[in-house]
């Protein structure tokens, strides 16, 4: 172990394990979760080196030093931030790879609210572009001020509204509800129509145990 780890280089063992990740189809904020089993956004340096061993061909040798780079401050731990740029040196975590996850999953939370037989087709195109039902229109989404948006036209609308207008799913339900207020018999009792919109606010984890900043912890 010794011989192979005087040749040691951080750049091809991060592109191995990069290409493992990307192999399980999983994402980085996934394998993260799976190593922080008490989602308080950070992992001791032996929570991370326990879990790569176990999971992934490397050694002790080379995990001792892989842990020392991923804790950038020398603390003992790795929050997320950290183990995203040790990952992606390039990238700004903060912004554009937690985003990206972020929007990923909030597509997903609000696509699985429909309920029908044929659920309302949304298929992730690349980071931020999304095709929605049957149309071949690629839509950029993103986050504004916490609520995540899709481009319409000139504009942006949420994603909440957008699939209210789109989804024949809630298309229905909307015109149904608007029926029973508007249409029911003279005399007849109907209850108010009731729009509720749905939580836009986007968290890695819950505002309980969100993961500290660098810049805070």
């Known amino acids: 172990q010794m011989e192979e780890f005087a040749n040691f280089d951080f750049n091809i063992w991060r592109k191995r394990y990069m290409q493992w990740i990307s192999h399980l189809k999983s994402r980085i904020l996934d394998v993260f979760r799976s190593i922080d089993r008490d989602q308080d956004g950070r992992i001791s340096q032996k929570e991370f080196i326990d879990y790569v061993l176990a999971s992934f061909p490397t050694s002790s040798l080379e995990m001792n030093a892989v842990a020392n780079i991923f804790d950038m401050n020398n603390d003992g731990f790795i929050d997320y931030y950290e183990f995203v740029s040790a990952l992606h040196p390039s990238r700004d ?50 986050i504004l001020r916490s609520t995540l948006m899709v481009r319409v036209g000139g504009g942006w609308t949420a994603l909440d509204e957008f699939l209210v ?49 660098p810049m805070t912890r």
């Open 93 to 142: 975590p903060y912004r554009k790879t937690l985003d990206a996850d972020q929007i990923n999953e909030e597509v997903s939370r609000q696509v699985a609210q429909c309920n029908c037989p044929k659920r309302f087709q949304v298929e992730q195109i690349s980071a931020n572009r999304y095709r929605f039902g049957d149309s071949q229109q690629l839509r950029m989404v993103r």
């Open 165 to 213: 207008k789109n989804d024949p799913c809630r298309k229905g339900r909307t015109n149904l509800k608007i029926k029973e207020k508007y249409l029911s018999p003279a005399g007849s009792t109907s209850k108010g129509l009731t729009v509720s919109r749905s939580n836009s606010s986007l968290s890695l984890y819950s505002s309980a145990s969100a993961p500290t900043s």
